[in-house]
């Protein structure tokens, strides 16, 4: 019966402490703000309130935090007023769950000389907050047949094959239809230059009409020499009457240079000025028609 005793004795030496003791310290914990979105820094506070001198101890980095990761700990020097002591930790963590509610309770430690006391806080809750609107159960949509422009890139590869097909559709007309091509241009060509011939020989025949003096005969005659040089390639400027006859065959054209000489090296008016400037004309106008065939046979 006496053993029995000294065990009682000995437990409520040890209990009755604590337990006056755990009646003496309030603890509260909280998030300082109600939501936050994923990974976003929030401060949860631990509170305890106690009498002046009880030991207690605040969880540290080692604790677990979890569905929190602690980022930091910042502790603040106690204050005792009206003989309450109020100790406080801040502590910075993270969330990175995926549920609408993240709660988180951090524990207070009360030390005594062989052993402790865990004092628990009720669960703080921190909302999850959704960085995209959550989409309406009934899509509403809004009529608007107004055209909206949408800008587009310009795209090079189209470009690219455009341009390689136009090149060989190039190369394929040219190799097939290039002379024909060719010979078309060059008569277009030399079409225009004929009837820039006639129209500057017209007007020199005018003027030499109006006026048969040695200025005019000279520029008549060189104009001819001239186009037939074009026409010949050959040095009709060089060239005597009689070379000019012999090259072309027709002998009555040295009578037709004749009249026009006269004019210009002893100053005498021909008889028939108009017919000798026709025939001289249609000289040229045979050569150029020659030239036309000449190119359309050789190519």
């Known amino acids: 019966m006496g053993k029995v005793l000294f065990f009682l004795c000995i437990i409520s030496y040890f209990l009755i402490p604590q337990q006056a003791h755990s009646q003496d310290l309030e603890v509260e914990g909280y998030f300082m703000q109600d939501s936050a979105m994923l990974g976003e820094r929030v401060g949860y506070v631990l509170k305890a309130k106690s009498k002046p001198g009880v030991n207690?101890?605040?969880?540290?980095?080692?604790?677990?935090?979890?569905?929190?990761?602690?980022?930091?700990?910042?502790?603040?020097?106690?204050?005792?007023?009206?003989?309450?002591?109020?100790?406080?930790?801040?502590?910075?963590?993270?969330?990175?769950?995926?549920?609408?509610?993240?709660?988180?309770?951090?524990?207070?430690y009360e030390v005594f000389r062989f052993d402790s006391l865990v004092h628990m806080p009720l669960e703080a809750g921190l909302?999850?907050?959704?960085?995209?609107?959550?989409?309406?159960?009934?899509?509403?949509?809004?009529?608007?047949?107004?055209?909206?422009?949408?800008?587009?890139?310009?795209?090079?590869?189209v470009l690219l094959l455009i341009v390689g097909v136009i090149a060989v559709l190039a190369i394929i007309v040219l190799v097939i239809f290039g002379k024909k091509i060719k010979r078309k241009w060059d008569n277009w060509r030399e079409k225009q230059k004929y009837k820039r011939f006639v129209k500057?020989?017209?007007?020199?025949?005018?003027?030499?009409?109006?006026?048969?003096?040695?200025?005019?005969?000279?520029?008549?005659?060189?104009?001819?020499?001239?186009?037939?040089?074009?026409?010949?390639?050959?040095?009709?400027?060089?060239?005597?009457?009689?070379?000019?006859?012999?090259?072309?065959?027709?002998?009555?054209?040295?009578?037709?240079?004749?009249?026009i000489e006269m004019v210009i090296y002893a100053g005498k008016e021909g008889k028939d000025i108009t017919e000798t400037c026709n025939n001289l004309k249609d000289i040229c106008t045979d050569s150029f028609k020659k030239k036309i065939t000449e190119q359309d046979e050789s190519k």
Do not use: C
Request: avoid cysteine; hydrophobic fraction near 40%; charge should be negative.
């Open 56 to 108: 207690i101890v605040f969880p540290d980095s080692t604790h677990n935090y979890s569905p929190f990761v602690l980022l930091e700990k910042k502790s603040f020097i106690s204050s005792t007023q009206e003989d309450v002591t109020v100790d406080s930790v801040v502590y910075y963590v993270s969330n990175f769950s995926l549920d609408p509610v993240a709660k988180l309770a951090l524990p207070v």
């Open 127 to 157: 909302a999850l907050k959704l960085t995209i609107d959550p989409l309406p159960e009934e899509l509403a949509f809004k009529d608007n047949n107004v055209y909206q422009p949408i800008p587009t890139e310009f795209n090079m590869l």
């Open 200 to 259: 500057r020989w017209n007007a020199a025949e005018t003027a030499f009409a109006a006026t048969p003096d040695m200025a005019q005969a000279d520029e008549l005659l060189g104009l001819w020499k001239t186009y037939m040089e074009h026409l010949n390639d050959e040095p009709f400027r060089e060239w005597t009457t009689t070379e000019i006859s012999e090259f072309l065959d027709n002998k009555e054209i040295i009578k037709d240079f004749r009249a």
